[in-house]
């Protein structure tokens, strides 16, 4: 019954070419994944022309969501996060670097925050909790605003190999207590 | 690259590179590297796929917003050709997820009459020959399917049920009319590939088999490990 599907029948559908399916999948998920290219990108235009490559690739690749056991939405955003941050990358060659080492403020830490609320959630909040702020606020800075390594030095105003040690440090630190 | 920096200050660790690509600060070089990695090693693919999962629960800090409506016509003509009922890229249903699932789920004695019912032949010239086998073994929990279509000699191999084995690869092997086994590759990928060179065309009856291998496959040209499931193949 249409409407009624979860995003795991719709994707299954949609693996088999069936194309009523793959629309109504656009539909329920549309918004969300928008939402994600658009504050990646920070550019309408560009975020319409990453949406349609999306879903496109969503087309062609509904055939692997089986594999990955990972939720439907999470595996569709993961897929919009990894096109629009390639858009990005491609934009800005890394040379260019930032105007200058300005502080710039991250944004408030709060939508994601308040979202965070149980289980999964939980588990990163607290374990991102126990990074220093500073270093905290770049993995939730680079996730939710698409960072490069490049712009995440500039803000903190540390040498690029600086922000590359530290941050990898920190990622080992994080799993370490995810795995806890 | 030695003089990369960045293999100086720290060991290499593939889930700090994994964490890093699916954070997204690694520049399009970098990235670029891990993609074509991630397509090649599915340890590495899982951990992608491990941190993407920890990740996901910052997902809910990205506000939806409604595109406009002529994003969706332009997806449309993208994918579609005038004709709505035919979807532009052949859905390919031995490579599908989907299909599987249906195989997996429907008791394994049904598996042929499904994907009879299933497959649908190409609209032009003759539907092309389509085999498939249903491995198993009555001493393990190991079920895998195989599916071979004549018309583009492409193969694809599935797990469908029992586990895999830390360190160690399932591989599937090919037997002709009672001859030696020949090897048709490490069982991993979702791809259907292509028949490697020096592999006949199966036919109706052919064997598959799959035993476990060390990683990356057996070392020597036969297999070195037991048979932990097999079948034979029916044209469909």
Known sequence: MPGDESLEELLAQTALGRRAAFDRLYERTCAKLFGVALRLLKDRAEAEDALQEIYVRIWNRADSYAVTGASPMSWLIAIARNHAIDRLRARKPAHEGPEAADHLPDPAPSPEQRAIASGESQRLARCLGRLEADRAQAVRGAYLEGYSYSELAARHAVPLNTMRTWLRRSLIKLRECLEE | MSDDPRRTDLPEDDSAL???????????????????????????????????????????????????????????????????????????????????????????????????????????????????????????????????????????????????????????????????????????????????????????????????????????????????????????
């Open chain 2, 18 to 236: 994994a964490a890093e690509y699916v954070l997204g600060v690694l520049d399009a070089a970098e990235r670029a590297t891990v993609q074509q990695r991630i397509a090649r090693d599915k340890d590495f693919a899982r951990l992608v796929a491990e941190w993407e999962q920890h990740f996901a629960a910052l997902n809910d800090g990205f506000a939806e917003e409604a595109p406009p409506p002529q994003v969706a016509s332009r997806i449309g003509r993208q994918l579609f050709t005038d004709d709505d009922s035919q979807p532009a890229r052949s859905p390919g249903l031995w490579a599908s997820a989907a299909f599987w699932r249906v195989m997996t789920a429907a008791a394994l004695a049904c598996v042929v009459f499904i994907a009879a019912v299933l497959w649908q032949p190409t609209p032009t010239g003759e539907p092309p020959g389509t085999l498939v086998a249903n491995l198993s073994s009555e001493e393990t929990a190991e079920r895998f399917v195989v599916v071979y279509e004549g018309a583009t000699m492409r193969l694809r191999a599935l797990h469908v049920a029992g586990k895999p084995v830390e360190n160690m690869d399932f591989e599937l092997w090919l037997i002709a009319d009672k001859a030696d086994p020949v090897s048709v590759g490490v069982i991993g990928g979702e791809a259907a590939t292509p028949l490697p060179e020096g592999v006949g065309e199966p036919v109706d009856g052919t064997v598959f088999a799959v035993t476990l291998e060390p990683l990356g496959g057996s070392p020597i040209e036969g297999p070195t490990g037991p048979v932990v499931a097999e079948g034979t193949a029916k044209k469909i």
